[in-house]
């Protein structure tokens, strides 16, 4: 799966931007997904000038892997990975039977966003299996991502050379698009439009960069783990703009 996202509509920890970056010589992140996946039924999706997406239904690194694509009122969701207590989730939010991962994602999200006032992370919490998500509203501008904390599924993200963000699950694409200037999407976090990357497992503690250097000895883009000494100040929702609850603590 590959998402892209124009400069400024996800702004990422400035840590992920590298200083040795040196991207003169790297492919779009299209092409480089469409590279990678040449014997496969891959599809691109333009949403406009923010964002877009592609997906593949199978892939060498992540073979047995579920991938799931689904489109609800102009809310797009590309799921990988399993929920292990689906069922019981369809009937905790009154959906049918046919709602899917993906489809179920959507709709925890409309939720989160209308609905209020669930703490993302205490959705987030509720999920069992392994997971990786990432959600984009196309009317509120708002892009979602999520990794499950077991590390079956795993997510990249990093700064290509026009500042737009990508997210895949294929490491190829992204060192091939993004230079030095990537990292591993962090186990058992989130993020979102507006927002910071934060751990739905320890929503009360910051995130903390720890550099990272490759093979060369070059500095890349850092990984972000749970600060255990740091906690974050809880902010209240101010006025019906702030429905989803982000920053909301247990």
């Not at 993302?120 to 509720?126: P, Q, T």
């Not at 997510?155 to 091939?176: Q, R, T, Y």
Request: one cysteine or more.
């Amino acid at each position: 799966m590959l998402g892209i996202f124009k400069n400024g509509l996800v702004t990422p920890p400035k840590e992920l931007n590298s200083p040795n970056a040196n991207q003169s010589k790297d492919q779009s992140p299209i092409q480089a997904f469409l590279a990678s996946h040449e014997n496969n039924n891959a599809s691109t999706m333009c949403l406009g000038n923010d964002a877009t997406l592609a997906f593949a239904h199978s892939s060498q690194t992540l073979l047995g892997t579920q991938r799931l694509f689904s489109s609800v009122d102009d809310i797009y969701c590309i799921f990988l990975g399993n929920l292990n207590n689906l069922c019981t989730l369809k009937k905790q939010y009154g959906l049918g039977r046919e709602i899917n991962e993906s489809m179920f994602v959507i709709q925890a999200y409309k939720t989160l966003r209308d609905r209020g006032p669930y703490p993302a992370h205490s959705v987030l919490k509720d999920l069992e299996g392994s997971f990786g998500f990432v959600v984009f509203d196309t009317k509120a501008k708002t892009v979602f991502i999520s990794l499950g904390n077991d590390g079956r599924v795993m997510l990249f993200w990093g700064i290509a050379a026009d500042g737009s963000v990508v997210v895949s699950d294929n490491l190829e694409v992204i060192k091939s698009s993004c230079s030095k200037s990537f990292a591993p999407f962090p186990t058992g976090c989130m993020y979102h439009t507006g927002g910071e990357l934060k751990s739905f497992e320890h929503p009360k503690n910051k995130m903390k960069a720890i550099t990272r250097v490759d093979s060369e000895g070059a500095m890349c883009g850092a990984t972000f783990k749970v600060d255990i000494y740091a906690k974050t100040k809880s902010m209240p929702r101010v006025g019906s703009h702030a429905n989803w609850a982000w920053s909301q603590e247990a």
